[in-house]
């Protein structure tokens, strides 16, 4: 499983790696953590004529925070996000998940916007943007696009992201005051990708839920927000026929794809639970807000 | 002359390993660490179809891609080498069973994976990309995907020569009374059970480095595998070459279970390429070949009938099973009549019936794993468990009311072998003092309440390790073990053994026992292995290490001892039965002060040697196994079962077993850990999946599941005061029991946890979905009933 | 073809490969460093876990170019040569390996996980290992080596 043969390019800065990008268009790859990339090379799925590596761009690092949103740069570290103070303060549902990616080896190298870009929608990173309205800034020759995540995933490994354009950073809202939030998931084993995923946020005020974030992952082949089942939750007080209606709802309409680790109406039935459970956990954890 | 033994000083102590400093920085030497002058590299072409005929290969454009030496296809292989079957079949008598096949495809391809074409190129990488430029002509015929499908009398033979696809037609044969057992029953259990596909996987796949000498005409192989000698065998008959000029030398091997023998298809196309061209060769296979082309294991059916008393006795037993051997055999043919021997397992079993076919698919093949008779276990501690349900019997109790007991003579296993020394009873019983089963019981009617689900499972086995005398020998080459033993020059002592370890720690426990038996310390004892210029022959394998390897070492260390005190006699000028080897010092007993070094004994024999043969000191021991037994235990889990997702925790898991007297009780527990992870792998995650056109689905570990620290629990091991055979030798092999008994302790765990969904289970693999159609099955799943 | 620069176990080491060569090929095949293994070339089985800039790395999945100027620590690189450093003597007392493939990745994901969990209990160790496959083990006596080895430099913090 040893790599085919492409050429490679580690442009210094952003203007670099755009003028790249521009040049080679579809036949480029971006190498940024490496972590899903480089086996997609060793088996020879991916045959990039060009791997463009950014990970010299030092300036595509790091997490700010400033009016109610938190900004990662592209390429901070998934374990760099795991111990960033600000994303645990203010966007707990992506704090939350940061520590069910793959291993810790995994998350030394890949990247925020590495995952987010590659697009498997059985990864935790998609479904926490699609929950939280991420907004997606790219950067290109011409200038900068901002896209929201409802835009974002287009299909399987496959984004809005045009060939000759670099996500540079990703934007989450910050959660109000009274947010809990979960990922709940099943996987075969501690560490897999997920059959099953919910990303869970419930916002609660005076015991009443002002704002709820659903979003699947492993459920179609881009993450599934379930907008109907927020609706439902938004203005009731958490229960647990309230929740066991909103996992109806959230599931009703899903035809989840069949792979080896399970079949569809097995990841639909799971589904439920997970939205159930999520649910819960994601109010329980509601009142460590302030 | 009474032999006096002083008390073992390392036998049953948990000495630390010599192999552990190389291993623990780094230092190993496997085999794709090895680089010598010239070394090319070898990948194959291999076959996207299950099945299909190869119409046309054309290597000339990966020829020539700057990088690539040489390109060979199956036709040219055949040319250069002798057809012959799988070597190590052919060690052990069976090499005449197996339809004879070419090292790579050349008319037919018949299996997803089979290798199409052989690349050599100046690295793995480049020899990689003139894989992709090789173009190949298939012609698609009908898959044979499934046993069902090679059943079928229309299906497409996979072998044209041989008419179908039913490589074994059924012929049953019957021990005892089976008719007038199930006459005679109160409850007769009609079911059929499921093992599936699952596989070896070390972490290490297959590796040869193959290294000609034109000048000398010597071939050196630098092999993993379980034997140099069937290597070098292998090898040799491959490319008929005199055996004498083929060397294969062994250094660490990352793992087998079963798979290695160093001599499989792609390593005698690799010797042959190497040859050829008069240049080392390395290959190193990457993970996806292995999971889909190095074999497969554990894909059996059985249809079961049981006949039982209303008290509980069991009368008789009825199996009628179906074995998919995969395409090209190697390993598959020796499994059903080892199943057949070991079902009556350590219970009184008056009647059993049996017939077993054997069908070839498109698959990878059928090898050895661990165990390979293993499902006789699992279908019957099944169907124990199953019986006892019906009969409203604790199974434990079921069990323990049907143990044959240890009698004078001895309980005859209906299939012939008897049931010598074997502690299955005070296994049990042991098995349940440490669990606590009423305690459980309430735990689990406690929890169930609260909506969750724990289960409790209980299953036992025994194993031949070797087991006990047969009438009429064990076959050939395994009848015997061989050591040769030498006090070196500078006093070491060197022991040559055909044992070629790879985990299990030889090294190391071989010289407790010669360290002990000769009466020097364990430092100033070295094991040699893994040189077939100075090994004898043998298999590491069914767990016969213990018993054989440090049988014939004891012996064989007492012969050499004799020996030296005859010629340490003549130089101490002292009588040969007043002397004695304590701590690495020959002595005149009782009198420290005349103690000699062995070293310096050693040292005057070697000059004196050219002169006198006695002087030579080294013998060569054989040992026959001597009253050798059966090694057993009985395992306990205790699962939780999550019912709203299907997935499996297991909170618990106990093992009281029986493997002789220990040797060195830290390795006897690993290698019953080892082999219990990949039980609970098997049944939780572990599956070779092939689909109904025969596309392999697990060809990475994406797919094909090992459990890791978060799956395993900590594993209880107890150690039950065996029962001695033999006068000096007995330790028992256990390298093969966790794996052997741990599928259906697991199985039978998570069956109990879902009793109150009146879940009945008939098959080894459980991944979280199929616990789900399980429980929503329901009592709908319950087994007919006589 | 590249020129790679960079430091391991300490040492300024430099080798030539092409860049499509993994930094676990680099480290065998240029560096003679056969130490780290090779067991899945996808990142699923930790075999090839390598220490680099402080964190536990999956050399499969890099570049070699990409560590270069980087600091990377290898097996070979946990006690010099000839002696065993306070983790692997722990394993080796814990009888925790057998056939030794999976080791040198387990001692790297194990030294990383005790550098910053010095304190780490039982189920930490597990979750920090549970990326590492062994097939041989059962995983029990490699957790033990490791409790072991936190034990006994905790010891002699304590101590000292």
Known sequence: MKLPEFEYEAPATVAEAVGLLAEHQDEASVLAGGQSLVPLLALRLARPAVLVDINGLDELSGVSEA???????????????????????????????LPLIGHEAIRSRGTIGGSLAHGDPAAELPAVAVALDAEFVVRSQSGERVIPAAEWFEGYLSTARRPDELLVEVRFPAAPAGTGAAFEEVARRHGDFAMVGLAASLTLADGAISDARLAFSGVADAPVRAAEAEELLVGQEPSAELFAEAARLATAGLDPPADLHGSSQYRKQVAATLVRRGLSAAAGNSHERH | MTTQIPAPRYTGTSVKRSEDPRILTGAGRYVDDIKLPGMLHAAFVRSPLAHGRLLAVDTAAARELPGVVAVFTGAELDAMTVPGPDPLMAFVGLGAMMPAYGLLAADKVRFVGDPVALVIADSRARAEDGCELVEVDYADLPPVASAAAALDPGSTPVFDDLGGNVIVAPRRSELGDVAGAFAAADLVLDCHLDVHRHQNVPMEGRAIVVSPDPGTGILTVYAATQSVQITRAGIAQRLALDPAKVRVLAGDIGGSFGLKSG???????????????????????????HLTASGQAREESFDVRAAASKDGDLLGLDVSMVIDTGAYQVAGLIVPPTIQMMLPGPYKLPALGFESTAVTTNKASYISYRGPWASETFVRERVLDLLAKELGLDPLEFRLRNVAPRTSPPYTMLTGRPLIGVTTRESLERLAALVDLPAFRARQAAERARGRYLGVGVATFIEAAPGPRMPGGMPGPLATETTRLRLAEDGTLTLFTGQMPHGQGHQTTLAQIAADEFGVPFEQVRV?????????????????????????????????????????????????????????????????????????????????????????????????????????????????VDVETGIVKVERYLAVEDCGELINPAIVEGQIRGGVAQGIGAVLLERSAYDQDGNFQSATFMDYLLPTACEIPRIEIEHLQTVLLDADVNFRGVGEGGLIVSPPTVVNAIEDALAPFGVRIYEQHLPPARVLELIAAGGASGPALA | MADITLTVNGATRTGSAEVRKTLADFLRDDLDLTGTHVGCEHGVCGACTVILDGRPVRSCLMLAVQAAGHEVTTVEGLAPEGTLGPLQQALQDSHGFQCGFCTPGFLMQATALLDTHPEAGEQEVREALSGNICRCSGYQSIIDGVLLAAERANGSRAKG
């Open chain 1, 67 to 97: 009016d109610g949103r938190v900004t990662i740069g592209a390429l901070t570290r998934e374990y760099q996000a795991e111990e960033s103070a600000a994303i645990a303060r203010a966007v707990p549902l992506l704090a939350a998940a």
């Open chain 2, 263 to 289: 001599a499989t298809r792609e390593e005698q196309a690799v010797a042959a390429a190497a040859y050829s061209l008069g240049r080392p060769v390395k290959w190193t296979e990457d993970r996806s070949e």
């Open chain 2, 528 to 640: 040699v292995v893994g040189d077939s210029d100075v090994v004898p022959a043998a298999l590491t394998g069914g767990s016969r290490a213990a018993t054989m390897a440090g049988g014939v070492t004891l012996h064989g260390a007492r012969q050499l001892k004799v020996k030296v005190l005859d010629f340490a006699a003549r130089l101490m000028e002292a009588s040969a039965s007043d002397l004695e080897i304590t701590d690495g010092s020959v002595m005149v007993r009782g009198d420290p002060d005349s103690a000699v070094p062995v070293a310096e004994v050693a040292a005057a024999a070697a000059t004196a040697a050219a002169a006198d043969a006695d002087a030579d000191l080294e013998v060569t021991a054989t040992f026959d196994g001597g009253e050798s037994g059966w090694s057993g235990g009985s395992h306990c889990a205790i699962v939780e």
